[in-house]
């Protein structure tokens, strides 16, 4: 069967995928009332909006604010974080997973992943641990929930502080706790691709009242600072960022949160369409469900195998090229971080604000070599990611992913992969990759 990529009609034509969330009569109701009430930047949304977000997660405390991102920020400010210390965090993730521990002037420490669902390996964390360790910041990638059980055990060994991000991992539980609430402080975001989106925002959760201060001191102009009375007259206690949230987005978000549950659950069901239908793919290997916990459904983390199929060449480029096949039939497939973060430049340069600061006043003698980090490497150069594939979407849609999915395996002769891979995307083995069988 000939495939679209070499001029055949797209198994999905433009269209089949229709945006998430879907726009219900209680997102317009809210955001109506949001608009017309003359109160624009804080309010009783945003109040709303952090009491109904810690009851729903089970957590004592929330501070919404401006973005994922800011959220992580002050968790490093809730959990104690200061200049120099060191933050353990996974070597492949977001950028903001390791950019907020800059930001708070202190030094991203990587750990490798675990290659089965590319989170933290509990394993490997211990040999990062130095005396100047303060924090683990612990990623639930893609929706599936990390190992807490044993980072939790480390942490508490050695003193740490735990922070979840949790911004792709809503509703997603490890030992049917739902995360973020199982370290001290957790984070998640807002954002538009999230399986709960208000466009933007962030929410931070912790049940440590000294926490959830330490992090509100610096969450406005550095204005409050508990248990002190209200003094008036902008004191700037500490020195703080502008990370409000506004009450339009707030309005939206409370609506959105009534429907989190159901959209969990369809994702779920989707999920288990494409698992069924594409689980004897040669040379596809699909994401597995950990038995420790519940993945949220976000996204659907496929590895192109190219031992499998008899691919010699950078693992790269065939996934590469199955993914353009794939785009091609109409699949939303694509990748997301095709680096790892220690590779990040400003951090492989170790020069976040110039003068090489943080790192130079810090002392640390932190070493940031892509090859230091097999399996974070192999996961970015082999995984593809189905996304959006949420409300309103129906099964048929899966199914057709499905249908796609297999007509483009089962020709990928057709492919000419070195023409159609990227070569600006360099290869595994430029990057340190030394082979599945060296361990580094
Ligand atoms: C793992 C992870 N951490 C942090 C963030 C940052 O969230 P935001 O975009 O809301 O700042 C994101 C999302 O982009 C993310 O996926």
């Given at each position: ?106 030094i991203p420490v990587f750990v490798d992943i675990e290659p089965t669902w590319a989170n933290l390996d509990p394993a490997k964390i211990e040999a990062a641990i130095t005396p100047k360790t303060k924090a683990i910041l612990v990623v639930h990638l893609h ?137 004897d793919v040669p040379g596809l290997i699909l994401p597995q469900e950990p038995e420790f916990g519940r993945e949220n459904a976000y996204n659907f983390v496929c590895h192109v195998d190219s031992e499998a199929v008899g691919y010699s060449g950078p693992p790269n480029w065939l996934r590469e090229a199955v993914v ?117």
């Amino acid at each position: 069967m000939k495939l679209a990529l070499n001029g055949a009609e797209p198994t999905m034509p433009a269209g089949t995928i229709l945006p998430s969330p879907p726009i219900t009569a209680r997102d317009e109701e809210m955001v109506l009332q949001s608009l017309r009430s003359g109160v624009h930047t804080w309010g009783e949304h945003c109040e709303g909006l952090q009491r109904e977000f810690a009851q729903w997660n089970g957590n004592r405390h929330c501070l919404v604010v401006s973005s994922g991102t800011s959220a992580l920020h002050l968790c490093l400010a809730g959990a104690g974080v200061a200049a120099g210390d060191e933050v353990i965090t996974p070597a492949y993730s977001w950028t903001s997973s390791a950019s907020c521990i800059i930001h708070h002037n202190a030094i991203p420490v990587f750990v490798d992943i675990e290659p089965t669902w590319a989170n933290l390996d509990p394993a490997k964390i211990e040999a990062a641990i130095t005396p100047k360790t303060k924090a683990i910041l612990v990623v639930h990638l893609h929706g599936v929930p990390a190992q807490m059980t044993e980072i939790m055990a480390i942490a508490e060994r050695h003193g740490l502080q735990v922070i979840e991000d949790c911004c792709q991992a809503h509703g997603a539980t490890y030992g049917g706790r739902k995360v973020g609430t199982v370290g001290h402080l957790g984070a998640f975001s807002l954002n538009q691709n999230k399986m709960f989106s208000a466009g933007e925002g962030g929410l931070l959760v912790t049940d440590d009242e000294a926490a959830l201060e330490r992090a509100r001191s610096l969450v406005l102009f550095g204005d409050f600072r508990a248990p002190e009375p209200d003094r008036g007259g902008y004191p700037g206690y500490g020195l703080a960022w502008q990370y409000r949230y506004n009450e339009l987005s707030a309005a939206w978000a409370r609506a959105q949160l009534t429907q989190l549950d159901d959209g969990i659950a369809h994702a779920r069901h989707l999920f288990g369409i494409l698992r069924a239908g594409l689980a004897d793919v040669p040379g596809l290997i699909l994401p597995q469900e950990p038995e420790f916990g519940r993945e949220n459904a976000y996204n659907f983390v496929c590895h192109v195998d190219s031992e499998a199929v008899g691919y010699s060449g950078p693992p790269n480029w065939l996934r590469e090229a199955v993914v353009q096949a794939l785009s091609a039939e109409g699949v939303p497939a694509g990748m997301w971080q095709r680096r790892i973060l220690p590779e990040m430049a400003a951090i492989a340069a170790k020069n976040a604000y110039g003068h090489g600061s943080p790192w130079r006043e810090s002392g640390s003698e932190v070493t940031y070599r892509a090859a230091d980090y097999p399996a974070a490497l192999y996961h970015s150069a082999t995984y593809f990611i189905f996304n959006g594939l949420r409300r309103p979407n129906t099964d048929h849609v899966a199914e057709l992913i499905v249908e796609a999915t297999r007509k483009v395996f089962a020709n990928l002769d057709q492919i000419d992969i070195d023409a159609v891979a990227s070569k600006a995307d360099v290869s595994l083995y430029e990057r340190g990759w030394k082979g599945r069988s060296v361990e580094v």
